[in-house]
């Protein structure tokens, strides 16, 4: 039986635990931190000498930990890209724009515990010789960031933060910096662009790679919020045994945001790879199930923009057994919750949000729904995203409008074709047109029967009239 | 700033580190790095290699002056780069040649670096489908108001229908409706609707003109470009935005609905408002002109101008503009006035002429002064015209040839020094004949408060000491001029003068830069370019004769006065030559 593994939330949800430092100190907190900083320069066979924060980025290497905030991008090999040899300071900054519909669980760490994710930061920024770091909190959670403001102030008072930490000379500012509110702040690019006070832009790649040239075009990482909580616990597990948990390739825990249809809603942590799709949906210790009398029409696996899969698909999985390749066929249920299976069924676990969707959904309705969220959501900085977003969001309102018409699936996919695929600045075309794609390719039937049924209504009522 | 585009490009250093890359087939060898906007040298892009190539990659928001924002996708190309075995070097093929990784996404050729051995697919059914793409969103929303549009005949989107624009839209959903008619400020209005968010505009002025007046405001689909509430968007190089964008969304206040372009002949030109003296092209049409444009000059003026000078064009066509030859007030002709001109200085003493030459006057003009003034012994000078200047082009000298006036010898260190001696000459009766070449000697320094505004027309004067009482002492007063003035109103003589659209000639800006310029338009009437007439004169009265062309006149100027030497009329070229000054 899959079972909830928690690490980031241990203590979250436990009674009597609150988002203050006297209680985290309670439960160890910052201990990882006097760790951390206590690590000591270690010899290397050459004669050279690996410095505590240098072990500190291969650990995190080592551990395998894959960005959390929905690319899935090694942590380790994102550190290991930053210029430490500009001259220039290096950043990091925590991506808390968490935004991505069906999203929730960064905010659950910031509101319920923000100091592992302060503790989390100042380890990550000791390792990457950060003196200046940034939490971009999303604009709608202006709760969470005075939450963080306090944790902050909290933090150093107790000498966690600013001059000379826990005695050991290390020095670091966090500033907690609120968004005004845009999806694509959360880009990394798009969030430097803002913190720097522009509009939200994402950056053209090359030349401008954030560990290159980001903020203030110093070298700057951007980690998502539970990325940064995952460094603190390599860092107090050490990465060989972190990388134990989960499976190989996809190791760790990771908290699931499950929403939609089912009995039980909510935040749930697994090690990556030790649940299924199936099993987080109808499980009891998780989603518990479908509403009753309904059944299951399509999941949504990665948070919206990821691409929709659909009941009693099935897919083939390459898989390394016994030292060999196998190719394994498994359902849609049977898909392991964790990046590559999920990309081997050609969507994305992204950030880790699944939404369920049962037989009463009208699924025309529910692609309206995230196209219009998307057209209102794209920057508008280039072309193909700009137009064809809200081109898309046009097309399925006139076709949940009694507008519509038997070849709207066709022109609709051909409208989506021509914005992913490196054709955009950034990753937000692919996230405006997977979901068009892939609710066309996999329900055609539903929305070729939507647009057939307004044309024969109007010819009807044309008819009336003459 | 950050660039001055007045200075001259230095001289590529040698040896250039070169890049070889093939672009649809054909291979090509650019240097490493290439000047960006600011000159600073930055690795060679995939477009510039593609445009030395010779294929044209169609592009909207890529501009080589401006800083690169990549986003209209208009360039995106496919690409690939040489595979790398285990041991860093190049896989080959069977026939020996480098197996190349095709890239699994396209790029934008303008913003990708080149690398050695780089292949770019400019031609691809994918590429191609691309651009369709991008032609199609674009147009989407977009008026198609052409007809009405002052940008049709060079507008990018127009062009590039031909190639990548569908006869028939497939969009069946409402347009976005954007305003119209915005006004941004005194000279730009913008057609949001028009607008395809190149931010080419944006960047100039934030980037090149150093004020970042403009901004985009909403999302998506709705975004626009604006100015900050109450601030418009009016400093001196606002209509620079009116020729960099692409489509018809900003336009010129000045020139909207004045002429389709394509009715419009273009002429090489030079800027005569300073003495910066930026390269321009005039469009005119039935001896018309209806506007400049900045033409590209890195020497010069980048492909920028400033709007006081663009828009100091309109005098040409006055309608009181001198067309007549008039002697003592009776309407004459060419033939007459000339005889008796040289008549009267052929017999006059030596030194009892002094001539008021104009630093408005072209090198060819001023050469022929100066024999003129050579042979009778006068005294000569030009009037000085000073008004501000900026970092940018605006030169404080508001002469455009002051340097051409002092390397011919008409005034030697600077203009004006000569007049209180010509002043006291007349004074003193030693003087009696005054030659005055398109100055009102009248004119008086204008008052501060005056200046911004007749700034714009140059007509900015510095003090001294001629007055009209003492022009009445002269026994003769000849003057040539364009338009009428206190000056030309006491003459004597009156020739009237062709503006520099009318005539041919060369100029030699405040850095040594000597540019040439071509003729737009016919002059009025009787009206003639003064190097022809003075020809004439010279050959009258001194004897000598051999420039009856504008070509032959510039030779020999470049021959006898040593500043000039060794260049030609034809060496000049579109943006001229310089010279030590």
Known sequence: MPQEHRLILKNIDQPGYTPDIECYLKHGGYEVLKKALAIQPKDLPEGKKQSGPEQIRDDVKLSGLRGRGGAGFSAGLKWSFVDRRSGKPIYLICNADESEPGTFKDRQIIHKDPHQLIEGMVISCYAN?????????????????????????????????????????????????RGAGAYICGEETGLIESLEGKRPYPRIKPPYFPAVLGLYLCPTIVNNVETLCHVKHIVAMGGAEYAKLGTPNNTG???VSLSGQVKKPGYYEIEVGKATLGELINDPAFGGGLRDGRQLKAIIPGGSSSKVLKAGERFKLKRKAEGKEVEQEVGVLDLPYDFDSLAAAGTMSGSSAIIVIDDSTDIVEALANLSEFYAHESCGQCTPCREGSLWMSKTLHRLTHGGGRAGDADYLVKIADNIPGGRTICAFGEACSWPVQSFVAKFKDDFVAKGKADEEKRAKESAAKH | ?????????????????????????????????????????????MIQACF??????????YHPKLPIAGNCRMCLVEFGTPAMGPDRKPILNADGSPKITKAPRPAIACATPVSPGMEIYCSTPSVKQMREGVLESLLINHPLDCPICDQAGECKLQEYSVDYGQSASRFVESKVHKPKRIDLGPRIVLDAERCILCTRCIRFTRDVAGDDALGIVNRGSYNTISTFPGKPFDNNYTLNTVDICPVGALTSKDFRFQMRVWFLKETKSVCTSCATGCSITAGSREDKVYRYEPRENDAVNATWMCDAGRLNYKWINRPDRLKDVVVRGEKSNWTFALKEISDQLAAAPKGSVAIIASARQTNEELFLIRKLATKLGAITDSIPRIGSGDSLLVNADKNPNVNGARLNGICFTETGINLAKIASGIEQG????LLVFGEDVLKRSIASEQLKEKETTSEVVEEHSITATLLGKLETLIVSDIL???????AHILLPGA????????????????????????????????????HELVYNVTGQNGFKSIEGLFNQMAKEVPAYNGLSWSGLGDTGATVAI
């Open chain 1, 129 to 177: 010789d950060v003196k200046l770091a940034y939490i971009y909190i999303r604009g709608e959670m202006p709760e969470g960031a005075r939450i963080l403001n306090q944790a902050i102030a909290e933090a150093k008072a107790k000498g966690f933060l600013g001059k000379n930490i826990c005695g050991s000379g290390y020095e670091l500012e966090i500033h907690v910096h």
């Open chain 2, 1 to 45: 700033m950050s660039a001055a585009p007045t200075t001259e490009t230095k001289p590529t250093p040698s040896p250039v580190e070169t890049i070889t890359v093939k672009v649809d087939g054909k291979a090509v060898t650019v240097p490493k790095l290439s000047p960006d906007h600011t000159g600073t040298m930055v690795p060679t892009n």
């Open chain 2, 52 to 61: 030395a190539a010779g294929t044209t990659v169609p592009h909207y928001c």
């Open chain 2, 499 to 534: 503006a520099h659209v009318e005539k041919r000639g060369s100029f030699t800006n405040t850095k040594g830069r000597v540019q040439k310029f071509m003729q737009a338009i016919q002059p009025p009437g009787d009206a003639r370019a003064e190097w022809e007439f003075l």
């Open chain 1, 253 to 255: 825990t990771r908290i």
């Open chain 2, 484 to 490: 009428p003035n206190q000056t030309t109103k006491l």
């Open chain 2, 430 to 433: 030693s003087i009696k004949t």
